[in-house]
């Protein structure tokens, strides 16, 4: 497959993979799930400890720079260390790297030299380990450029409850909440006219606030990146947590109208898509810029 037809970069449980419509290659193992593009290097999160819910802290974000000719990355740079192993979603936000540390319900903020950082706890405090009646399973951000959302998304909560939104200001400060009509979801990307898009993820589902807008799997719907004229979907097998690192998965690539123009299984389960360009409306500081 020509290099030139690597589009996007495709975290999961089992590499870190370049795709496009063709077909996929993965190019460095190991346990990644939160991924962003910025200033032409991938930035993923990765977990040393295959048990995410152990307290060792092995987590970490590593820097890798993209060669825009070949798809290929560059040597890995460990820019921030000591993180929870089970951190998810990761993006910068006004220049910031913020890592959604999900089991422990915190955003981490990273100064922009990495030398310090802060916690913020806008959805309360609550762990995931502890029975904490608070936990809501925060495993997502996204937004508009100005505004950040973040995902609730209740995952292995009981009862079953609907994922839910936080709407946050500048100082990560809570000013709406509200409730999305899917569960288990995961990805919140903003389009150009304002509208909110996530997956629903237990439904195979990709959801506005209204409603399901379109069927795109039978698996469980995770990683969404939509660029200016396509849209990018992952889809995973699912069971207990002994088993989802050897899951696997599938990419779905469409155009903006949901159009099928490709799909394929992948040999593992996918946490974030973003494209390697970063010309993605799921990436927050590209987003300001729309």
Excluded at 113 to 139: E, I, K, L, R, W
Excluded at 228 to 256: H, M, N, P, Q, Y
Aim: proline letters at 4%.
């Amino acid at each position: 497959m020509p290099e030139a037809a690597f589009t996007h970069l495709v975290a999961s449980r089992e590499g870190l993979y370049v795709a496009g419509i063709a077909g996929c290659e993965r190019r460095r193992d190991g346990l990644y799930f939160g991924a962003t593009i910025r200033d032409g290097a991938a930035w993923v999160f990765e977990s040393l400890d295959a048990d995410l819910h152990a307290p060792t802290s092995r987590g970490r974000i590593l820097r890798l720079p993209i060669d825009p000719a070949t798809a290929g990355f560059g040597p890995a740079e460990v820019v921030a260390d000591g993180l929870d192993n089970g951190c998810h979603q990761i993006d910068f936000v006004r220049g910031q790297l913020v890592v959604v540390d999900t089991y422990r319900q915190k955003l981490v903020v990273f100064s922009e030299d990495f030398s310090t950082c802060t916690v913020h706890y806008p959805a309360g405090q609550a762990d995931a380990d502890t029975g904490d009646t608070g936990y809501v399973h925060m495993n997502g951000i996204g937004g508009d450029g100005r505004e950040l959302y973040v995902m609730l998304s209740h995952a292995g909560v009981q009862p079953a409850r609907p994922s839910e939104v936080l709407r946050l200001d500048a100082q990560f400060n809570q000013v709406e909440r509200f409730t999305l009509p899917g569960l288990m979801c995961h990805d919140l990307v903003v389009l150009e006219d304002g509208r909110l898009i996530a997956n629903g993820s237990m439904g195979g589902f990709l959801i506005d606030r209204q409603g399901i807008i379109a069927q795109i799997d039978n698996l469980l719907t995770r990683g969404l990146s939509i660029g200016t004229d396509d849209v990018v979907i992952g889809s995973s097998t699912f069971g207990d947590r002994e088993r989802r690192i050897a899951a696997t998965g599938r990419l779905t690539f469409t155009g903006r109208d949901l159009a099928l123009r490709a799909r394929y299984d992948l040999p593992a389960a996918p946490t974030q898509i973003r494209r390697l360009d970063g010309r993605d409306l799921s990436i927050f500081d590209y987003r300001a810029t729309i």
